[in-house]
């Protein structure tokens, strides 16, 4: 907004008690990571003092009323605004019927529990997807264990690991970088009991550990809901800039489900990059509905682009590739970095009706942005 010339009062209501940091950051260094304020704050104090943004945190959000233009907090009191963005992100989603001290990982307060908990002991976690597997990488090479080998179970309910985001082939990599660091890795399990200390599958065997619940987040749409706005499965239904169904609200990040370029249905990201590019887009949005001279606009491309980092490989998604009907594999390193385990970097374009919709790579350092340009590419008309 300040990019913006936008020189009012500017305000971010936050539940959590800290200034605003690196959320990516929790699940890399889940046990031996430093993950204290001055190494993930995302600026220090000064940066937004300077700046006029007044940060509250600690503080949760009660209410809105659309009508009046305010927002109630907890402690009863109200706040005006001329414009309202709502960008409450979301919750680890929990297993069904699992006991509610079930161990998962959101924010830094679930970290905190997650290390007293985790001692040398086994550790189940629960969900192949990038938090899940990132925990297991964190856990597996944990200096605070002396030998982690055939201690750490990750299981999967589909068939593959990373199901919603990678294709088969670089699924198969995944699981061979864990496997080859002692993680059991098993796919198409069956839950049908979770407590915080053992889990029970469908065919009786019972797993015993730390559990650890990482099976996704679900959009906090709480206040949306509340107050009227239009909400559907994948979040806060917002326009192409942003714009919810009522006026002066919109919403970014991880609870916006903005349309989809191919399909036009709503879709959540939940993305960091794409988290900063809406800041940035609904800071133009505003700006425009304020009738301000708005600053050199940034574009700001509909093509996701996530990172994932286990062990020392590093894994990028970029646009849709679980859409795809086909893939290209490209196996030739002599383009990126090679970090993944035995020089195993692929780099897989992915195919709808011949369009490039999506591309997965490992170990390609910046390749990602790169891919991401080319699908962009193929957006424009
Ligand atoms: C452990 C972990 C690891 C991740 N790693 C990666 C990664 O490697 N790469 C990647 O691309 N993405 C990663 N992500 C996803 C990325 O962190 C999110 O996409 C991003 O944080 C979304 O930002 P956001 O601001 O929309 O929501 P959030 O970061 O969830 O922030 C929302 C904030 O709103 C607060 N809030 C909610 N409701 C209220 C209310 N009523 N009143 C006041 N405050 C409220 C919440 O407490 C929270 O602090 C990871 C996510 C997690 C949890």
């Known amino acids: 907004m300040r990019a913006n010339r936008f020189d009012g009062t500017i305000t971010v209501f936050g539940e959590e008690p800290h200034l605003p940091y690196q959320r990516t950051a929790l ?3 889940i046990l031996d990571g430093d993950l204290s304020d001055p190494k993930i704050t995302l600026r220090p104090p000064g940066y937004w003092e300077e700046r006029g943004i007044h940060i509250v945190p600690s503080v949760r959000v009660t209410g809105i009323d659309a009508v009046s233009r305010t927002v109630e907090l907890a402690d009863g009191s109200a706040v005006g605004y001329d414009a309202l ?3 409450t992100g979301g919750t680890a989603r929990q297993l069904p019927g699992a006991s509610p001290d079930l161990l998962s990982l959101r924010t830094r307060r679930y970290v905190e529990r997650l290390r007293a908990r985790i001692d040398s002991g086994p550790v189940v976690i629960v969900g192949g997807g990038l938090i899940g597997l990132e925990i297991a990488a964190a856990v597996s090479s944990s200096e605070q264990r002396v030998d982690s080998a055939g201690q750490i179970t990750v299981l999967e309910a589909a068939a593959s690991l990373l199901s919603r985001v990678v294709p088969d082939s670089v699924a198969e990599a995944v699981a061979a970088l864990h496997r080859d660091r002692g993680v059991r890795v098993v796919t198409d399990s069956r839950i049908t009991a979770a407590e915080t200390d053992a889990v029970t599958l ?5 797993l015993t550990g730390t559990v650890i619940s990482a099976i996704g987040m679900q959009p906090d749409t709480a206040l949306a809901e509340a107050a009227g706005l239009s909400v559907g499965p994948a979040g806060i239904v917002v326009d192409e800039t942003l714009r919810t169904s009522t006026p002066r609200i919109y919403a970014a990040g991880d609870v916006a489900a903005r349309p989809h370029p191919l ?3 709503p879709m959540r990201a939940e993305q960091w990059l794409t988290a900063t590019e809406h800041g940035k887009l609904v800071a133009m949005t505003i700006a425009a509905d304020l009738g301000l001279a708005t600053g050199p606009s940034t574009p700001v491309p509909r093509v996701p682009l996530a990172w994932s980092m286990q062990y020392s490989s590093n894994i990028q998604m970029v646009g849709w ?3 795809a009907d086909r893939f290209d594999v490209d196996l030739d390193t ?4 090679g970090t993944c385990a035995d020089g195993f970097a692929p780099t897989v374009r992915c195919f709808a009706d011949e369009r490039l919709v999506g591309a997965v790579c490992m170990g390609r350092g910046g390749a990602g942005r790169a891919l991401r340009t080319e699908i962009v ?3 424009e008309p």
């Open 27 to 29: 699940s890399k260094g």
């Open 85 to 87: 963005v709502l960008a």
């Open 202 to 206: 469908a065919d009786g065997t019972r």
């Open 263 to 265: 399909t036009g249905e």
């Open 321 to 323: 590739p679980t859409m």
């Open 334 to 337: 002599s383009t990126g970095t």
């Open 377 to 379: 590419k193929t957006l």
